[in-house]
């Protein structure tokens, strides 16, 4: 257990614990606020993100900021973004489940200094390792669940509605949602 954030993420900064540590330029270790209630989980850093140490900074990230300023969220302001894996898997392939294993001790650890309230899963990758192996994204996006405490919930991923833009009305009905239920466990933004 770190006791504080530098802590932790001095002791992730040089993190080797699987390949994508060789070939990354950047570790990305999230962005935000570590007291914000809410916390977002996306897949793995892509190109930009990669070049820039900040996760979704690319296209995906400018549609994310764009939802959540909707919804009066802001990276920098009341929810903190983190992502499955902390380097880039080349060529923006998913990352394999050896990866994961060994990076989600990390973010098991600033989920513990974070303690958020609401976790949102930002596509299929984290929904599977964070809310069920067996979820169908395209099905059971905005359906919330509790777990030891936390209320958690997927939304399709940015990059999958630049692919498919007829899906962000639903997706935006997501962020609706998550505003409701931030009123309802009274998180002020
Ligand atoms: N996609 C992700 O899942 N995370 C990022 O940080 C960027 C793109």
Avoid at 33 to 59: C, H, M, S, T, Y
Avoid at 78 to 100: G, H, S, W
Wanted: glycine share 8%.
């Amino acid at each position: 257990m770190y006791q504080n954030w530098q802590e932790l993420e001095k002791a992730c900064s040089g993190c080797q614990k699987c390949i994508l540590g060789k070939t990354r330029t950047n570790l990305v270790f999230g962005v935000g606020n570590p007291e914000a209630k809410v916390l977002f989980i996306g897949e793995g850093p892509g190109e930009q993100e990669d070049l820039k140490g900040e996760p979704f900074v690319g296209r995906s990230g400018q549609l994310l900021d764009k939802m959540l300023d909707a919804v009066d969220l802001d990276r920098h302001k009341n929810i903190y973004i983190a992502n499955m894996v902390k380097c880039r898997p080349p060529q923006n392939r998913d990352p394999l489940p050896e990866e994961q294993e060994e990076c989600i001790g990390w973010l098991r650890a600033q989920t513990a200094l974070i303690r958020p309230k609401i976790i949102v899963c930002l596509g299929r990758i984290a929904a599977m390792r964070i809310i069920d192996p067996k979820i169908k994204i395209t099905r059971q996006h905005g359906q919330w669940v509790e777990k030891g405490g936390i209320w958690m919930m997927a939304t399709l991923h940015p990059a999958a509605l630049l692919r498919d833009p007829r899906k962000k009305p639903e997706a935006f009905e997501d962020f609706l949602s998550l505003r409701n239920k931030m009123r309802e466990l009274q998180i002020d933004v």
